[in-house]
């Protein structure tokens, strides 16, 4: 057995690609060696922004012996058939091959051994054409060279069982790269070549050569770094994980600064600092004890500056110049913003283009408005007018020059204009809140202005992408639609609202038939199909927190006594609770068990007789107490049940329907259905079918598994 080393060396690796290559050649070397035949032990697989680095342990020398065995024609087959046998196996007579007995008469066999090759002899070809074959998100050729890759590649470093793999790597052009046992260390500090024998040696010389190759000790080291740094002036660092993983792929030497930000540019607000210095610069934001921010930023250098070096001091000086010009900009942005109201700047919304088919920015927050203006009579505390006022303002910022430069800072931005404006704080929070949640780990509005505003944008892209039928498929979903409905299903479930979906919906696209866009709708079918949309998310949601699908789809089932489909999302969640607590008893696994017993026999006799068994029974065709009891049982479990449904009491319900579990067991032990009498076996079967009758109004429970 033997250890197999390969790197791979290029130049800059973005950081964003990083963990899905590291992944992906693990992946591919291994199924390139399943399909080679050859077994090995543990894989790890590291990434630097300059190599992409693979260690498999407990190969096999050579590869496991094959025997082959090909069936050939029968015996007495055509000349032609035997001849194409011979020649697809190299054979120069059918006497090299067996002949067998088969159930249909004797066939020609060939059995050939076929002897495994050193594994040194097999490799480089297997890492060749893996390498050949890598994807990446984005690619790239250079100079003469038909390899694609990341960046250039500069050196394949291959080792197996201590020694270099014999083989190239064509770039075509007639250029290689040669496989080696050699490679470099840090770009700067370090650039001089070493060779190695095995990973323990590779990875010593390596941190040797200042690289640490993986990448969760550079994660660690900055962390580690970073609140030491802070701590020493009773600071903290602003949490940033995917900053945090963006700047672990940028450096092979982390080693963490603390900067300090010009007083001159505290004044402005904290998310433009922040968002300066994250989305240009790549720094960590720092805060004091109070939660603000401090004068402070953490950056992440890839050179070795000890404390109080000439590097360090240089490092320092370069970086806070850098920022401060970044900052000056922002500042210029900041002053010229104010000095225009943004009720001067929706006009210009009309030269935003929202969707090609949907019309204009303007457009959209008219309809917005309208929409919310109506939603906040739905929603408690929420004041119409300055539900109107936050709609109109909503996408105001967006033709800032703030938001220009930094886009990420929508909404928030307004909300800071909105102050400067001396807009009502209602107002002002609802801008800024308007576009959450954005995912789930994003905080959901609760103020009530800002929830009208919110849910009505979510609404009408909604409403709109269905109208001219763009909506998600697989994976695909270019305009955030999933998310989208995401954020109105928290909006609505997270705020308690009761609120008929079906009725919303259909208003956001009446908009859009009466605006001049002028959109021919089938309303019915497209809100129906919305709201399945919002169920298939609703699902999702749900599963995440671990509440079983088959529960989630028999609540969804159940229709409404209209005959449309349930749009009170609160309603629903209680029923999946209350249905969920009910399975879980005693009384409600041994009722669903009997429940199914029923349905089976009804299904398999409905078949047989090519009839359905769903007319009321017939009382004075009961004989045996139970089926009598089982009768009145029903009776009363409907009535209570349908009662406790009205008042959307839905634990009851399930009280309800527990008391059926004693007389339908009962019937079952002390009935025959299946009787000479076809009066008799009739009404029993249609007892059964109550039991369906009974249950459907709760949940399907058709749908429930286990």
Not at 121 to 144: C, H, I, N, Q, Y
Not at 285 to 298: H, I, P, Y
Not at 532 to 539: C, Q, V, Y
Request: hydrophobic share 45%; glycine share 6%.
């Amino acid at each position: 057995m033997a250890e197999l080393l390969l790197e791979i060396l290029s130049e800059e690796i973005p950081a964003r690609m990083q963990g899905r290559a590291a992944d992906d050649l693990q992946r591919l070397v291994l199924d390139a060696l399943a399909k080679a035949g050859m077994e090995h032990g543990e894989a790890r697989s590291f990434v630097t922004p300059r190599r992409l680095a693979l260690v498999i342990e407990d190969l096999p020398e050579r590869q496991p012996d094959v025997t082959e065995e090909r069936k050939g024609p029968r015996v007495g087959a055509p000349e032609k058939a035997v001849e194409g046998f011979l020649r697809a196996n190299g054979l120069t007579s059918i006497d090299e091959a067996e002949v067998r007995e088969g159930p249909k008469g004797a066939s020609y066999f060939l059995t050939r051994h076929i002897p495994g090759k050193a594994s040194q002899d097999v490799l480089p070809e297997l890492l060749s054409g893996v390498v050949t074959a890598f994807v990446w998100p984005k690619s790239m050729r250079w100079g003469r060279h038909r390899q694609r890759w990341v960046r250039p590649l500069h050196g394949v470093l291959a080792v197996f069982g201590g020694r270099a793999l014999v083989g190239t790597l064509d770039l075509g052009a007639e250029r290689h790269l040669e496989f080696g046992n050699s490679t470099v260390g840090h770009r700067f500090l370090a650039p001089e070549s070493f060779e190695t024998s095995d990973f323990a040696d590779y990875e010593r010389k390596l941190r040797a050569a200042k690289v640490m190759l993986d990448p969760a000790e550079r994660r660690e080291a900055v962390e580690a770094e970073s609140k030491e740094l802070v701590a020493s002036e009773g600071l903290a660092i602003k949490a940033d994980g995917g900053l945090l993983s963006e700047v672990v792929g940028l450096v092979e030497w982390p080693k963490v600064l603390m900067g300090t930000i010009s007083e001159t540019f505290m004044d402005l607000p904290p998310e433009v600092l922040s968002t300066a210095m994250r989305a240009h610069q790549k720094y960590f934001s720092v805060e004091r004890e109070d939660g603000q921010l401090a004068n402070r930023f953490l950056l992440v250098s890839n050179m070795d500056a000890t404390a109080g070096s000439d590097l360090e001091r240089n490092i320092l000086s370069g970086n806070e110049r850098v920022l401060s010009a970044r900052l000056s900009d922002a500042r210029f942005f900041w002053d010229q913003d104010r000095a225009s109201s943004l009720a001067s700047r929706v006009p210009a919304l009309d030269d935003i283009v929202f969707h090609a088919k949907l019309g204009t920015l303007a457009e959209k927050v008219s309809r917005i408005q309208s929409l919310a203006v109506s939603l906040s009579d739905r929603i408690a505390g929420a004041d119409r007018d300055r539900v109107r006022s936050a709609a109109r303002l909503s996408k105001a910022d967006l033709v800032t020059e703030m938001v220009g430069e930094f886009p990420e800072l929508q909404g928030t931005m307004g909300r800071y204009y909105a102050i400067n404006d001396g807009e009502h704080p209602e107002v002002c929070d609802a801008i800024a809140e308007h576009y959450a949640p954005q995912g789930p780990g994003d905080d959901c509005p609760s103020a009530p202005v800002s929830v009208a505003v919110a849910l009505a944008d979510k609404v009408d892209t909604l409403a709109g992408f269905w109208a001219i039928d763009e909506k998600p498929t697989g994976s695909k979903d270019p305009f955030a639609l999933r998310r989208a409905a995401l954020g109105v299903i928290r909006l609505v479930v997270e705020n308690g609202l009761r609120m008929p979906l079906a009725d919303v919906f259909r208003q956001a696209q009446q908009a859009y038939t009466e605006s001049a866009l002028k959109l021919s709708l089938d309303s019915d079918a497209l809100v129906e199909d919305l709201l399945s949309f919002l169920a298939e998310r609703m699902k999702v949601a749900l599963r995440d927190k671990g509440v079983r699908h088959d529960l989630i789809s028999s609540v969804f089932a159940v229709r409404r006594d209209d005959g449309q489909p349930e749009d009170d999302l609160v309603r629903l969640l209680a029923r999946v609770d209350a249905l969920q607590g009910f399975i879980e008893s005693d009384d409600g696994a041994n009722l669903l068990v009997a429940y199914r017993r029923a349905a089976n026999i009804v299904r398999i006799e409905s078949k047989k007789d090519k009839r359905a068994f769903d007319s009321s029974v017939d009382e004075a065709l009961l004989e045996d107490k139970t089926e009598k009891a089982l009768h009145q049982s029903l009776g009363a479990a409907q009535v209570s049940a349908s009662e406790a449904l009205q008042d959307e009491r839905y634990a009851e319900a399930m009280v309800a329907l527990a008391q059926l579990r004693g007389p339908v067991d009962a019937f079952f032990e002390a009935v025959m259905v299946n009787v000479e009498s076809t009066e008799l076996r009739e009404n029993r079967l249609r007892l059964l079918s109550a039991i369906d009758s009974t249950l459907s109004p709760v949940a399907d429970f058709s749908r429930i598994e286990g």
